[in-house]
Nanobody, 129 residues
Framework: EVQLVESGGGLVQAGGSLRLSCAASGFTFDDYDFDDYVMGWFRRAPGKEREGVSSVNVRYNMTYYADSVKGRFTISSDNAKKTVSLQMNSLKPEDTAVYYC?????????????????WGQGTQVTVSS
């Protein structure tokens, strides 16, 4: 089974930067390889529903961003290392949330959570004002 492990969360002041990483493993037990997936980042802020942040089609390097993070966050994937990263710049207190990595077997760039097959446990990002 595919496993996803996030890292890189922490506490940062407003205006600062953080880089989240998600390491994927378990593809040898699956008929699909890493580049058969869309990798997504989601977040859940305190008291709010989980929302999509960004996603990337690993094979074609096509990306998709929520309006709230466009121009500040950049998603990237490394097929050789089977990792996906989220570079977060100009962070705001409203970016405070638990950030989750997810994998969707297919090519659709989407934030529909039900379409994602695997999820990580999440990493906390806290932005102080």
């Amino acid at each position: 089974e595919v496993q996803l492990v996030e890292s890189g969360g922490g506490l940062v002041q407003a205006g600062g930067s953080l880089r989240l990483s998600c390491a994927a493993s378990g593809f040898t037990f699956d008929d699909y390889d890493f580049d058969d997936y869309v990798m997504g980042w989601f977040r859940r802020a305190p008291g709010k529903e989980r929302e999509g942040v960004s996603s990337v089609n690993v094979r074609y390097n096509m990306t998709y961003y929520a309006d709230s993070v466009k121009g500040r966050f950049t998603i990237s994937s490394d097929n050789a290392k089977k990792t996906v990263s989220l570079q977060m710049n100009s962070l705001k207190p409203e970016d405070t949330a638990v950030y989750y990595c997810a994998a969707l077997r297919g090519a659709t760039l989407t934030f529909i959570e039900a379409l994602y097959d695997y999820w990580g446990q999440g990493t906390q990002v806290t932005v102080s004002s």
